[in-house]
């Protein structure tokens, strides 16, 4: 065989591939430097986290408390504040926020800016955040969905807006938690929805804070074991949307399709929940204390390796994956071809 066309030599052998891998290799190595830049000072910095009960907030409250930040943790329980604070130095602070509620936030500002004084907020974790209700679009009624937009997108503005002033003073960070699902709907209810408007709330964000040093990140993390992916909450949640069903709309999925429906779901779920949430508070740790954080971060394999590629593909590819993941209710019927757009023959 010629040795022109073989690899690597094939490709050295035509200047402009060459070019390219000697660009893309430099590009790379530049890349991986200024991602490992850090900031310094830990210990002047500022960083107000919410949703610290337990999961992503209460790791990464412990995480950076033994590098030396000043960490304010919001929680909504007292119980879930003092667990937290029995486990940490005592620099780090707790404070109870109910992120729904736009007086305990102002709360949580005025607390914070005692703490901080001239020198600002350094960074804002928004990791509060709610699941339930989820499930087929159908059984959901309005108040289902305000539920989870109230805590997953209302609440994350209503906290960013009114610590604005002091991230501009302190030239810090925001780092939203979203997920995969703010870039593939799986399924009906808030959650989705939620995800879907902290992407958009956070590119715009970004973009508008940059004039003044505040940088943004979006962080997009897979499936992990947390209270946000508890099957036992979920299920007994669905029981509740199905039970209340008016019977017709039962009839049209069929008497077994809650219990392979649910049995769908914790196969899924099985498979795909990592227990090691590290993944997460590491990406949350970069965006806070790198020189350059990212925009975006996907965190856990499945997010890398499935769905954030599977989100670029044509819509029809993520039907029917998702379709393949979930029973069929029994009421399904085939589609005419004026109902659906069809070329013409």
Request: charged share 20%; hydrophobic share 45%; with cysteine.
């Given at each position: 065989?010629?040795?022109?066309?073989?690899?690597?030599?094939?490709?050295?052998?035509?200047?402009?591939?060459?070019?390219?891998?000697?660009?893309?290799?430099?590009?790379?190595?530049?890349?991986?430097?200024?991602?490992?830049?850090?900031?310094?000072d830990?210990?002047?910095?500022?960083?107000?986290?919410?949703?610290?009960?337990?999961?992503?907030?209460?790791?990464?409250?412990?995480?950076?408390?033994?590098?030396?930040?000043?960490?304010?943790?919001?929680?909504?329980?007292?119980?879930?504040?003092?667990?937290?604070?029995?486990?940490?130095?005592s620099?780090?602070?707790?404070?109870?926020?109910?992120?729904?509620?736009?007086?305990?936030?102002?709360?949580?500002?005025?607390?914070v800016?005692?703490?901080?004084?001239?020198?600002?907020?350094?960074?804002?974790?928004?990791?509060?955040?709610?699941?339930?209700?989820?499930?087929?679009?159908?059984?959901?009624?309005?108040?289902?969905?305000?539920?989870?937009?109230?805590?997953?997108?209302?609440?994350?503005?209503?906290?960013?807006?009114?610590?604005?002033?002091?991230?501009?003073?302190?030239?810090?960070?925001?780092?939203?938690?979203?997920?995969?699902?703010?870039?593939?709907?799986?399924?009906?209810?808030g959650?989705?929805?939620?995800?879907?408007?902290?992407?958009a709330?956070?590119?715009?964000?970004?973009?508008?804070?940059?004039?003044?040093?505040?940088?943004?990140?979006?962080?997009?993390?897979?499936?992990?074991?947390?209270?946000?992916?508890?099957?036992?909450?979920?299920?007994?949640?669905?029981?509740?949307?199905?039970?209340?069903?008016?019977?017709?709309?039962?009839?049209?999925?069929?008497?077994?399709?809650?219990?392979?429906?649910?049995?769908?779901?914790?196969?899924?779920?099985?498979?795909?929940?990592s227990?090691?949430?590290?993944?997460v508070t590491?990406?949350?740790?970069?965006?806070?204390?790198?020189?350059?954080?990212?925009?975006?971060?996907?965190?856990g394999?499945?997010?890398?390796?499935?769905?954030?590629?599977?989100?670029?593909?044509?819509?029809?590819?993520?039907?029917?994956?998702?379709?393949?993941?979930?029973?069929?209710?029994?009421?399904?019927?085939?589609?005419?071809?004026?109902?659906?757009?069809?070329?013409?023959?």
């Amino acid at each position: 065989m010629d040795r022109d066309y073989m690899f690597p030599c094939g490709i050295l052998s035509h200047p402009v591939l060459t070019c390219a891998l000697i660009l893309a290799s430099v590009f790379a190595i530049i890349w991986y430097i200024k991602d490992s830049y850090k900031v310094s000072d830990f210990d002047q910095k500022y960083v107000f986290i919410t949703g610290c009960d337990s999961g992503f907030g209460n790791l990464l409250s412990k995480q950076l408390d033994r590098k030396g930040f000043h960490v304010i943790a919001a929680c909504l329980t007292e119980k879930g504040a003092s667990a937290l604070a029995s486990e940490s130095s005592s620099r780090l602070k707790t404070f109870l926020l109910n992120v729904t509620d736009t007086a305990s936030i102002s709360s949580a500002v005025e607390f914070v800016s005692a703490e901080v004084g001239d020198v600002g907020l350094w960074g804002l974790v928004n990791n509060a955040g709610r699941s339930i209700p989820i499930g087929p679009t159908e059984w959901m009624q309005l108040e289902d969905f305000k539920k989870v937009l109230d805590v997953n997108l209302l609440g994350l503005i209503d906290v960013t807006l009114q610590f604005i002033p002091l991230l501009k003073k302190a030239q810090g960070r925001v780092v939203n938690v979203a997920s995969i699902l703010g870039r593939l709907s799986l399924n009906g209810g808030g959650y989705c929805l939620s995800k879907f408007g902290v992407e958009a709330f956070s590119d715009s964000l970004r973009r508008d804070m940059q004039h003044f040093g505040v940088k943004v990140s979006i962080l997009e993390p897979g499936f992990f074991k947390t209270g946000v992916t508890r099957l036992d909450l979920i299920e007994a949640d669905l029981r509740r949307l199905w039970n209340r069903l008016p019977q017709e709309v039962k009839d049209s999925y069929g008497p077994t399709f809650l219990e392979e429906y649910i049995k769908a779901q914790d196969f899924s779920m099985g498979i795909l929940c990592s227990p090691d949430i590290s993944k997460v508070t590491n990406c949350m740790q970069h965006a806070l204390t790198a020189q350059y954080p990212r925009t975006r971060y996907g965190a856990g394999w499945d997010a890398k390796l499935l769905w954030i590629p599977l989100s670029y593909l044509p819509a029809f590819f993520a039907d029917f994956v998702i379709a393949v993941l979930l029973p069929v209710p029994k009421d399904s019927r085939e589609i005419s071809a004026n109902q659906v757009d069809v070329a013409d023959p």
